[in-house]
């Protein structure tokens, strides 16, 4: 589930945008990187939103476009704060340098967690209520800045200002100190978002530098709480400003039986266990199951240490190529204007005119945050790791990304990044298909991360990505195997069997609708490549939307497997999860895009459409927070405000 501000472009971008480029206007230069806000969005509080579907989760981190690393600050873990930020809490527990941003399901990452800390050495963050004390800081909300590729805030406990940057493969910390003859950068290696990390390792490689890994499985939670199968080891290669003259390790006694999933590692008793660590000061290098390193020194007033790292998914000479390639020789400042520079190189794509400066944060902010996936997956050297978890090279021809969150997007981002950053898109199909095609399974996941087919969410949303894409002339991949792949997704997915779909989970309604356009859209890709017979096929499937159409009830309706009906709900098409998934039969309705006209058909004709639609706006709340009608927190009903386009009432639209 994603739930960020990027929806906001799926429902207006048709009303205010030009497609001219930065270079083709002949107007005064402008920075719309200015008008980012990365706070907006950037709670994970269910009661400011009403539903546990509808919060923002975003990162307020620095990071740059597609870039594989977000220095994000954290001040939370656990529950599905996947961004591992939210506002209304009051300390930090760290920076860390990967981060995912908009999504629910537990979140995955949040690796390489960065501290800086004066006096008595802690080894667990603590807890925010106190309950548990650890390293774990009150901030300033007052100083608290973010900006497109920076951060920065002030640490209260202890005189700190911590700021961050980012290249695509690096992460920049600057930390500002006191006077102190205990001043300390802590780097807690097992941390991970919803869960731990399976095993880590560090050494020292001279008095400036360190290496080392993070290996995460499902096994200790992460995506889906190790539901989504996500395994990656994340390499890094760092280097601190100050020598490291006094360094140590911490390593906590974690029994090999203890669970260390979410809700595990954040136990009272797992929690002791690691303030428990030892301290190890005599070694170089060290692995482990749950260790952390730090340096300390005397510090002077205002004295600044920079501690700069690269990373990499395919090993530790790749960390260190990344680093030498974008930060190696470059200081805080140089990093932070470069980020900002190729923010507004980025946002550049879309120039807008009139409007307020509200609205026109609003709108890059929401440019914004469509610019952080799919991030890139390959080192500088073109190495990635690949379907089958071996390194290949993209020998120049495309940049593997992952993060594809298929359902979320699919309606929304993909369509609007094949009109302004069409390489992405072409990138984008080429890491799927490479997917399909190493890891044996020959067709594409609906949500993919680090090469996982987590199976999250419904439908066979690459299908939509490749016609759209196809079509519109992004076609550098392979388009036979791109469309074979298509075809076996669909008779592995799709209406195929009863001609409808059903599950134990009660999604018949969402699950038929979505497949009958997915096979819309294997047909007009077959009718482009000139294959007629088989684009009849799929366009016949297409029509499976009419099977679950109930002409008593006027609606569609869910059918169990036995071809019967579904008993009617207290609250009829109104009922929440009544065969939909995070929807309702009446916002889940609408849902035929490919067939207007026959869906018109069915509902009664144009006027009653209208009539319907009109009341299905009017009954929504003004704030648009979680309701029945229509619903803008989530993706069922972001394509029917168009619907009125289509019907010959564009004002309505434009309302």
């Known amino acids: 589930m994603i739930r960020n501000i990027k929806n906001i472009l799926g429902i207006f971008l048709s009303a205010f945008y030009s497609l001219n480029s930065y270079a083709s206007i002949d107007i005064e230069p402008f920075n719309p990187a200015d008008y980012v806000n990365p706070f907006i969005g950037a709670s994970c509080n269910p009661d400011a939103s009403g539903s546990l579907h509808g919060l923002g989760k975003t990162i307020p981190g620095a990071f740059v476009p597609y870039g594989m690393v977000q220095a994000n600050p954290n001040t939370a873990t656990g529950k599905d704060f996947s961004s591992g930020y939210s506002e209304e809490n009051k300390t930090i527990e760290g920076f860390t340098l990967t981060q995912m941003s908009g999504v629910g399901w537990f979140g995955e990452m949040g690796n ?194 920079t501690l700069k790292v690269g990373i990499s998914y395919v090993d530790l000479q790749g960390a260190k190529n990344n680093y030498k390639a974008e930060i190696a020789d470059k200081d805080f400042d140089k990093v932070r204007k470069e980020a900002y520079d190729s923010w507004n190189k980025e946002l550049r794509r879309i120039r807008i005119t009139g409007g307020t400066s509200d609205q026109k944060i609003i709108f890059y902010t929401a440019l914004y945050r469509t610019m952080l996936d799919p991030r890139i997956y390959t080192d500088v050297d073109g190495r990635y790791v690949g379907g089958d978890y071996q390194i290949y090279r993209t020998d120049g021809k495309f940049v593997k990304r992952t993060v594809f969150s298929g359902w979320d997007v699919y309606r929304s981002m993909t369509p609007l990044l094949s009109i302004i950053n069409p390489g992405v898109v072409n990138d984008l199909l080429n890491s799927l298909i490479t997917l399909a095609d190493q890891s044996g399974k020959e067709y594409y996941e609906r949500w993919e991360l680090f090469n996982a087919y987590s199976g999250c969410m419904i439908g066979n949303p690459a299908l939509s990505v490749l016609t759209d894409a196809y079509v519109k002339g992004i076609r550098s991949y392979d388009v036979e195997k791109a469309y074979a792949y298509a075809k076996n997704t669909s008779a592995l997915f799709g209406n195929d069997k009863h001609g409808y779909s059903f599950d134990d989970r009660n999604r018949c309604i969402s699950l038929t609708l979505e497949y009958a356009y997915f096979d819309w859209c294997i047909s007009e890709m077959a009718k482009a490549l000139g294959k007629k017979e088989e684009a009849e096929v799929y366009a016949k499937k297409s029509q499976a939307y009419h099977n679950i159409w109930d002409p008593e009830m006027g609606w569609f309706r869910q059918r169990l497997e036995n071809g019967e009906w579904s008993p009617m709900k207290p609250k009829g098409r109104l009922q929440q999860g009544w065969g939909c998934t995070e929807s309702n039969p009446y916002q889940q309705g609408w849902f035929v895009p490919h067939d207007i006209p026959g869906m018109v058909k069915l509902m009664g004709g144009r006027d009653a459409v209208i009539a319907d639609l009109t009341e299905f706006f009017e009954k929504a709340p003004k704030n648009l927070k979680w309701n029945d009608y229509y619903n803008h927190a989530n993706e069922p009903v972001h394509l029917v405000p168009f619907l009125f386009n289509r019907l010959g009432t564009p004002w309505n639209t434009q309302k």
């Open 112 to 305: 390489f967690l960065v501290m800086p800390t004066t006096g008595e050495l802690k080894t667990i963050p603590g807890r925010e209520d106190g309950s548990l004390k650890g390293w774990r800081s009150y901030f300033d909300k007052e100083t608290e800045t973010a900006k497109a590729g920076y951060y920065s805030v002030q640490l209260i406990d202890y005189d700190i200002l911590a700021e961050t940057s980012a290249s695509p493969h690096c992460g920049i910390m600057r930390f500002t100190f006191p006077e102190n003859d205990r001043s300390r950068i802590q780097v807690d290696l097992a941390r991970r978002v919803a869960g731990a990390s399976e095993r880590q390792y560090l050494r020292v490689v001279d008095e400036n530098t360190i290496e080392g890994w993070i290996r995460c499985t499902p096994n200790e939670g992460g995506w889906g709480n190790g539901k989504g199968q996500v395994k990656y080891t994340l390499h890094f290669y760092g280097q601190f400003s100050k020598p490291l003259k006094n360094y140590g390790f911490w390593s906590a006694d974690i029994p090999d039986n203890w669970e260390r999933k979410r809700d595990n590692v954040l136990s009272t008793e797992y929690q002791t266990r690691l303030s428990e660590a030892e301290v190890i000061r005599e070694e170089s290098e060290l692995e482990g199951k749950s260790i952390g390193f730090f340096t300390e020194f005397a510090s002077r007033e205002g004295e600044q240490v």
